[in-house]
């Protein structure tokens, strides 16, 4: 039962964390009114209500800031002002047309991105990240955003500290505080108060949120949550929703490169419109209504429903995102680092063998020893292989272990594994009280400390490894009257012999390699195993090696030497955590995109510095509250089909941006030309607002179209250069066709300016929907590549509907005057000369060398600091922070 020191009210937003370290832990305790056995659940729900949410983002969908995001466009606001000064002056039509559009036109794109939104909320509303408290003087875990000042709480390796802690109590605690201060060497923890004044690096005993526990172990009670903390006040000063995709942020810089050209051609038009006597108030309109036309306003409803719907795709192909921004990053990858066991291998380790090295042993014995140096308890009779290593429990699940007699042996100490030493060492008795000392190990670490060891045993060992086999070695040392074991006692061992285990390659590893390396994905490897092993595990897949690095070798590199290293090579051999976060940091400088597969507590550290971390269903919770992505299924083939799907949505997205920068642009460029020339606008604002929404609608269906397999054999990123390229090309191709349109309409038709608004309206509607069956792919459409049935089927509605409108009796009221036959004939023959064009003129524009460069993008500090801060998120806003 928990504690309360003392009962007056105190402030705990007022405790400093830098004023606990000077403290002792009792009197920390005391300032925070807790106990070592922590806080009650009641007193933790005061508290909670009191100082709030241990939260830094609030992934709360909001309708108002979506509306908000509809209606920013400086552009669309002056439109909507104008057509009500309009309306006051008399021109009622064509002021209710406008206001009707542009009222369906923000419906539409706020109920899609509203969805979208929604979907997003849900998504991280599924996703908790827990730790280990002390409530009611019992343990439990709980989720971090509710976590109080006052809590207890306990850490292990791997872990993310989830808010500023005063250390209680530590073992071997280092902890990697790079994201806050940017010293790449782990900074060493304990719970002896400093003397004076410290700077934020050197208090000792304090351990900061968002740091990561890289070795040991701690008890510590929380002093600083949410915006308080330190790491907290950075990431809010960032902001406070859930950081935008760089598809979104993309979509800023290109919406900036259209402001730009809308503000110039619309302040030309206007000015050139009242140069030429026209009203000002039409003028106005006209100009404003160019602007929007220009403006893709439905682009961030493409974006946000592409998003949305990936999600629903990974998790239908059993891969599971915690994060929009997650999609983006699977799609971003181009190194995989990862494990074999499990994801190479089958993952189901099984005893094969036990090989003695001299005769004084026999293999039963041999057998027997390797049970006695396991960590489980089998005092009770057969041993529980729950939360041992895959190898221990290998041991248990042997037939030969039914034969082993519990009563004949007696654990007196144990040293039990880690990840430096990577042995196990047991102090033993039997029923006589003979004791000994038994290690189990690595052979490379076991045999260091053999004395005599016979010549064989090295060629036993080699056989073995190279036939793929996992081994590990046994020693013994016979001593007398010892009650317990340390470290200095591992020495002067006789080696017993080997163990042999089995793990075979997955059925279907080759074949994921394949199409790994298909997707432009290097694979390395990087296992606690022997290099030979690892080796010729690869070689069976067919995983070509560019050369294997182990951890000692690793050790004695520089940052540099092992970054130019660890470019070319394959394999990475009994490394540990602090390795395997290394190399993932050295690949990431490189300007690589790192992803890093991994299931257990020993991969948490290289989980946190990957772009993106993977883990499975099956994992630790440590690897799992680690991970970004989760696979349902240890499996590379379900991972590739997440990184398809990742390309598939920037893809699509694309497509959106390069039709708005070809053909729409080109017909909002003529528009803005033929008000110059013609006596007459060519279109009124109603109708080229009409002409972009129904243009919008039909696009919609893009997030679900058919993407071509060589767009995804490669990230992609947003490139402002390219789409200007894009632009500048196609855009004046676009308007080639308007201005011919133009002149059949003045010269063959003679047409009244009501029929040239109907016709130019149907041919825009025509060559700007059909474009995107040319722009979706580079391949010659529909012959080699075609569209989805939801695309092409909106994209003929739209068509339709662009075509009939002028005719019904609607058209009349929007402006329009009915056409002649014969002008379908000539739209037709028009479109066809329109859309070979294009494709002559794509070919020659994929061609060139420059639009072959690929694009670098790196992640910062900023993105990793986003990317720890999502996991202190609640759906509702962050007041008082």
Same mark, same amino acid.
């Given at each position: 039962?928990?504690?309360?020191?003392?009962?007056?009210?105190?402030?705990?937003?007022?405790?400093?964390?830098?004023?606990?370290?000077?403290?002792?832990?009792?009197?920390?305790?005391?300032?925070?009114?807790?106990?070592?056995?922590?806080?009650?659940?009641?007193?933790?729900?005061?508290?909670?209500?009191?100082?709030?949410?241990?939260?830094?983002?609030?992934?709360?969908?909001?309708?108002?800031?979506?509306?908000?995001?509809?209606?920013?466009?400086?552009?669309?606001?002056?439109?909507?002002?104008?057509?009500?000064?309009?309306?006051?002056?008399?021109?009622?039509?064509?002021?209710?047309?406008?206001?009707?559009?542009?009222?369906?036109?923000?419906?539409?794109?706020?109920?899609?991105?509203?969805?979208?939104?929604?979907?997003?909320?849900?998504?991280?509303?599924?996703?908790?990240?827990?730790?280990?408290?002390?409530?009611?003087?019992?343990?439990?875990?709980?989720?971090?955003?509710?976590?109080?000042?006052?809590?207890?709480?306990?850490?292990?390796?791997?872990?993310?500290?989830?808010?500023?802690?005063?250390?209680?109590?530590?073992?071997?605690?280092?902890?990697?505080?790079?994201?806050?201060?940017?010293?790449?060497?782990?900074?060493?923890?304990?719970?002896?108060?400093?003397?004076?004044?410290?700077?934020?690096?050197?208090?000792?005993?304090?351990?900061?949120?968002?740091?990561?526990?890289?070795?040991?172990?701690?008890?510590?009670?929380?002093?600083?949550?949410?915006?308080?903390?330190?790491?907290?006040?950075?990431?809010?000063?960032?902001?406070?929703?859930?950081?935008?995709?760089?598809?979104?942020?993309?979509?800023?810089?290109?919406?900036?490169?259209?402001?730009?050209?809308?503000?110039?051609?619309?302040?030309?038009?206007?000015?050139?419109?009242?140069?030429?006597?026209?009203?000002?108030?039409?003028?106005?309109?006209?100009?404003?209504?160019?602007?929007?036309?220009?403006?893709?306003?439905?682009?961030?409803?493409?974006?946000?429903?592409?998003?949305?719907?990936?999600?629903?795709?990974?998790?239908?192909?059993?891969?599971?995102?915690?994060?929009?921004?997650?999609?983006?990053?699977?799609?971003?990858?181009?190194?995989?680092?990862?494990?074999?066991?499990?994801?190479?291998?089958?993952?189901?380790?099984?005893?094969?063998?036990?090989?003695?090295?001299?005769?004084?042993?026999?293999?039963?014995?041999?057998?027997?020893?390797?049970?006695?140096?396991?960590?489980?308890?089998?005092?009770?009779?057969?041993?529980?292989?729950?939360?041992?290593?895959?190898?221990?429990?290998?041991?248990?699940?042997?037939?030969?272990?039914?034969?082993?007699?519990?009563?004949?042996?007696?654990?007196?100490?144990?040293?039990?594994?880690?990840?430096?030493?990577?042995?196990?060492?047991?102090?033993?008795?039997?029923?006589?009280?003979?004791?000994?000392?038994?290690?189990?190990?690595?052979?490379?670490?076991?045999?260091?400390?053999?004395?005599?060891?016979?010549?064989?045993?090295?060629?036993?060992?080699?056989?073995?490894?190279?036939?793929?086999?996992?081994?590990?070695?046994?020693?013994?040392?016979?001593?007398?009257?010892?009650?317990?074991?340390?470290?200095?006692?591992?020495?002067?061992?006789?080696?017993?012999?080997?163990?042999?285990?089995?793990?075979?390659?997955?059925?279907?590893?080759?074949?994921?390699?394949?199409?790994? =390396?298909?997707? %432009? +994905?290097? $694979?390395?490897? &990087? #296992?606690?195993?022997?290099?030979?092993? /690892?080796?010729? !595990?690869?070689? *069976?897949?067919?995983?070509?090696?560019?050369?294997?690095?182990?951890?000692?070798?690793?050790?004695?590199?520089?940052?540099?030497?092992?970054?130019?290293?660890?470019?070319?090579?394959?394999?990475?051999?009994?490394?540990?955590?602090?390795?395997?976060?290394?190399?993932?940091?050295?690949?990431?400088?490189?300007?690589?995109?790192?992803?890093?597969?991994?299931?257990?507590?020993?991969?948490?550290?290289?989980?946190?510095? =990957?772009?993106? %971390? +993977?883990? $499975?269903?099956? &994992? #630790?919770?440590?690897?799992?509250?680690? /991970?970004?992505? !989760?696979?349902? *299924?240890?499996?590379?083939?379900?991972?590739?089909?997440?990184?398809?799907?990742?390309?598939?949505?920037?893809?699509?997205?694309?497509?959106?941006?390069?039709?708005?920068?070809?053909?729409?642009?080109?017909?909002?460029?003529?528009?803005?030309?033929?008000?110059?020339?013609?006596?007459?606008?060519?279109?009124?604002?109603?109708?080229?607002?009409?002409?972009?929404?129904?243009?919008?609608?039909?696009?919609?269906?893009?997030?679900?179209?058919?993407?071509?397999?060589?767009?995804?054999?490669?990230?992609?990123?947003?490139?402002?250069?390219?789409?200007?390229?894009?632009?500048?090309?196609?855009?004046?191709?676009?308007?080639?066709?308007?201005?011919?349109?133009?002149?059949?309409?003045?010269?063959?038709?003679?047409?009244?300016?009501?029929?040239?608004?109907?016709?130019?309206?149907?041919?825009?509607?025509?060559?700007?929907?059909?474009?995107?069956?040319?722009?979706?792919?580079?391949?010659?459409?529909?012959?080699?590549?075609?569209?989805?049935?939801?695309?092409?089927?909106?994209?003929?509605?739209?068509?339709?509907?662009?075509?009939?409108?002028?005719?019904?009796?609607?058209?009349?009221?929007?402006?329009?005057?009915?056409?002649?036959?014969?002008?379908?004939?000539?739209?037709?023959?028009?479109?066809?000369?329109?859309?070979?064009?294009?494709?002559?003129?794509?070919?020659?524009?994929?061609?060139?060398?420059?639009?072959?460069?690929?694009?670098?993008?790196?992640?910062?500090?900023?993105?990793?600091?986003?990317?720890?801060?999502?996991?202190?998120?609640?759906?509702?806003?962050?007041?008082?922070?």
């Amino acid at each position: 039962m928990s504690l309360s020191v003392r009962t007056e009210p105190a402030n705990f937003t007022q405790i400093s964390l830098a004023g606990t370290a000077r403290l002792s832990g009792e009197q920390v305790l005391r300032e925070l009114q807790s106990s070592e056995s922590g806080l009650s659940g009641g007193e933790a729900a005061r508290r909670l209500a009191a100082v709030g949410a241990n939260a830094l983002r609030t992934h709360k969908a909001s309708p108002w800031s979506v509306l908000g995001r509809q209606l920013r466009s400086p552009i669309l606001i002056l439109l909507i002002v104008t057509a009500g000064l309009s309306l006051f002056l008399g021109d009622a039509t064509n002021s209710i047309v406008i206001g009707v559009i542009l009222v369906v036109s923000v419906g539409l794109g706020f109920s899609n991105e509203f969805r979208a939104e929604r979907a997003a909320e849900a998504l991280h509303s599924r996703v908790t990240h827990t730790v280990v408290v002390l409530r009611d003087g019992a343990a439990c875990q709980i989720d971090v955003v509710v976590l109080v000042p006052g809590d207890v709480v306990r850490l292990t390796l791997g872990a993310i500290i989830p808010a500023d802690i005063r250390v209680l109590t530590a073992e071997g605690l280092l902890c990697d505080e790079s994201i806050l201060t940017g010293e790449s060497l782990p900074a060493e923890k304990d719970s002896v108060p400093i003397v004076g004044d410290a700077s934020l690096g050197d208090l000792s005993c304090c351990v900061f949120m968002g740091t990561v526990v890289q070795s040991g172990s701690c008890t510590g009670v929380v002093v600083a949550t949410g915006g308080r903390a330190e790491f907290g006040k950075i990431a809010l000063g960032l902001g406070e929703h859930q950081p935008q995709t760089e598809f979104q942020n993309g979509l800023k810089r290109f919406s900036f490169l259209l402001l730009q050209v809308a503000v110039g051609l619309t302040t030309l038009i206007f000015i050139a419109n009242l140069l030429l006597g026209r009203p000002l108030l039409d003028s106005l309109l006209f100009s404003l209504a160019i602007a929007v036309g220009i403006t893709p306003q439905l682009l961030p409803a493409v974006v946000s429903t592409c998003l949305a719907a990936g999600t629903r795709a990974l998790a239908k192909r059993k891969v599971l995102v915690k994060r929009l921004v997650c999609i983006e990053d699977l799609g971003d990858m181009d190194v995989l680092v990862t494990d074999k066991t499990g994801t190479l291998t089958e993952g189901r380790i099984s005893f094969t063998s036990a090989l003695p090295v001299g005769p004084d042993i026999s293999k039963a014995g041999l057998f027997t020893l390797g049970l006695l140096s396991t960590e489980a308890d089998y005092s009770q009779g057969t041993a529980t292989t729950v939360g041992q290593n895959p190898l221990d429990a290998a041991l248990w699940e042997a037939r030969e272990a039914a034969e082993f007699e519990s009563t004949d042996h007696r654990r007196l100490g144990i040293i039990p594994f880690d990840h430096q030493r990577r042995k196990t060492s047991v102090l033993v008795a039997d029923a006589t009280g003979n004791q000994q000392i038994v290690t189990k190990g690595s052979p490379e670490d076991v045999l260091l400390l053999c004395e005599n060891i016979p010549a064989l045993a090295q060629e036993m060992l080699n056989e073995q490894f190279d036939a793929g086999a996992r081994v590990i070695a046994v020693a013994t040392r016979e001593v007398a009257g010892r009650e317990a074991i340390v470290l200095a006692d591992e020495q002067g061992l006789v080696l017993a012999g080997f163990l042999v285990f089995l793990d075979k390659p997955k059925a279907n590893a080759k074949e994921s390699l394949v199409e790994l =390396a298909t997707l %432009g +994905i290097t $694979v390395k490897i &990087a #296992t606690g195993d022997n290099a030979r092993v /690892a080796e010729k !595990v690869c070689r *069976d897949l067919g995983l070509e090696s560019g050369g294997t690095l182990t951890g000692l070798e690793i050790d004695a590199m520089t940052d540099t030497d092992l970054g130019t290293a660890a470019k070319d090579a394959s394999i990475f051999a009994r490394v540990s955590p602090e390795q395997k976060a290394r190399i993932i940091r050295m690949l990431r400088q490189q300007g690589r995109a790192v992803a890093f597969l991994g299931d257990g507590v020993n991969d948490a550290l290289a989980l946190h510095k =990957a772009d993106v %971390g +993977i883990s $499975v269903e099956t &994992a #630790t919770d440590v690897a799992k509250d680690a /991970a970004d992505i !989760v696979l349902m *299924d240890k499996d590379l083939g379900v991972l590739a089909e997440g990184v398809r799907e990742g390309r598939r949505i920037f893809a699509n997205t694309i497509k959106y941006v390069l039709m708005g920068t070809s053909s729409n642009f080109g017909n909002m460029f003529s528009a803005a030309a033929a008000s110059v020339v013609l006596s007459f606008l060519p279109m009124l604002p109603g109708q080229i607002l009409l002409n972009n929404l129904l243009y919008d609608t039909g696009q919609l269906a893009i997030p679900g179209d058919r993407v071509d397999a060589e767009q995804l054999l490669a990230p992609s990123h947003w490139d402002i250069a390219f789409i200007r390229r894009f632009m500048l090309l196609f855009g004046p191709i676009s308007s080639l066709f308007d201005f011919a349109t133009f002149g059949l309409m003045l010269f063959v038709f003679n047409a009244a300016p009501g029929e040239f608004r109907a016709g130019w309206f149907i041919e825009s509607i025509a060559t700007q929907t059909l474009i995107i069956f040319a722009i979706r792919t580079r391949r010659v459409p529909f012959l080699r590549s075609r569209p989805s049935a939801g695309l092409l089927w909106a994209s003929l509605a739209v068509v339709a509907v662009g075509i009939s409108l002028p005719l019904s009796p609607l058209g009349a009221l929007i402006g329009f005057d009915p056409l002649p036959i014969p002008f379908f004939l000539a739209l037709l023959a028009m479109t066809v000369v329109y859309l070979v064009l294009v494709e002559c003129a794509k070919r020659w524009f994929f061609s060139r060398p420059v639009q072959q460069s690929p694009t670098v993008r790196r992640r910062g500090r900023v993105h990793h600091i986003h990317r720890r801060a999502a996991r202190f998120s609640v759906p509702e806003s962050l007041d008082g922070y």
